[in-house]
């Protein structure tokens, strides 16, 4: 008979019943993650660099829309790109063919980049003479939401073809947003989507978040966008 | 489909927990998963299985409480479930909230033996 409350069971069992603890552990799963995009953070403020996350579906023009964006922009500033794809360099060397600086993370297995990564990519630029990062985040909507990179800004590039109510249905994504690029805004009229309730949509998912219509293709709306990173770049000089 | 990583990183902090407070088994895992983290809780169970061997958590269970998106809006302080109501107030049809809960991804505790 078990000694500790006279049932029938075996004394063993009420002895890995009671020796069986609890621990309170309340750890962030990505804390390393955390850990090392608060780093990078610091780098880029040292450096006075303004560093942005573009995320995206595949397909929804990031690398359109940097390669005129750059091009555009290079005569006033030093642009740099870091691009993660799962294979291949070809976005890389599309960016690379504007006349500035672009490394390829290969990320093969994982969905999305992560500090670690960016970490080790920045040992390739020489920070200190950049004004503007741009990282271009792989293509997909959900994962990349989740890891903080130490950017100063993540900027969603949402294409009309995708429908109005992606917000809606991604909401993770834009809801640490800062700014949300709805591009392709030249397809508008064949696809019969509605820019003005999408734009809705995205404030309803994050009040915060500013939205501008774009399209990297014909250049519709593309000055608000270099306004808006003139004006970022502008700010951290001024800053310290 | 980042939850391989996403439970290998679990794993190993467990088992750096385990290994510094010289813990022998862990026979339970509880986690906090919201329901905007990006993480199919589904997908994690998966995972746990495969990542879980010749490890000191082998064998052990996974628990994961899951953690509605609430949020609680700005002009009439109602808190609701941000995505059944299409993240508007469903009282005041107000726009403006702070998010209370739903980005958790948490290793909330363990069970020891």
Known sequence: ????????????????????????????????????????????????????????????????????????????????????????????????????????????????????????????FSLSEFNLLFIENVGNLICPGAFDLGEDFRVVVLATTEGED?????????????????????????????????????????????ALCVSARTGEGMDKWYDWLRKKVMEKKETG | MHELGIMQNIVDTVQNYAKENNIKEVSKVILEIGTISGVVPEALEFCFDVCINDTVLEGAKLEIDKVAAVGQCKECEEKFELIENNFSCPVCGGDNWDMISGRELIIKGLEVI
């Open chain 1, 166 to 210: 992606k917000p809606l249905k991604y909401p993770g994504i834009f809801l640490d947003s800062h700014l949300v690029l709805l591009n392709k805004m030249d397809l508008v009229g064949v696809l019969k989507v509605d820019p003005d309730q999408c734009l809705s949509f995205v404030k309803r998912v994050n009040p915060l978040s500013s």
């Open chain 1, 1 to 124: 008979m078990c000694e500790t409350c006279g049932c029938q069971e075996t004394v063993a069992l009420h002895q890995q019943e009671d020796s069986k603890r609890k621990i309170e552990l309340e750890e962030k799963v990505l804390s390393k993650n955390d850990r090392l995009a608060e780093r990078n953070r610091g780098v880029f403020e040292a450096m006075k660099v303004v560093v942005v996350n573009l995320v995206s579906s595949p397909g929804a023009g990031k690398t359109t829309l940097l390669e005129r964006t750059i091009r555009e922009l290079k005569s006033e500033m030093t642009i740099g790109v870091i691009v993660g794809d799962q294979q291949t360099d070809r976005d890389a060397k599309r960016l690379e063919s504007t006349g500035v600086k672009a490394h390829q993370i290969n990320t093969i297995d994982a969905c999305h980049l992560d500090a670690h990564m960016i970490r080790h990519s920045l040992d390739q």
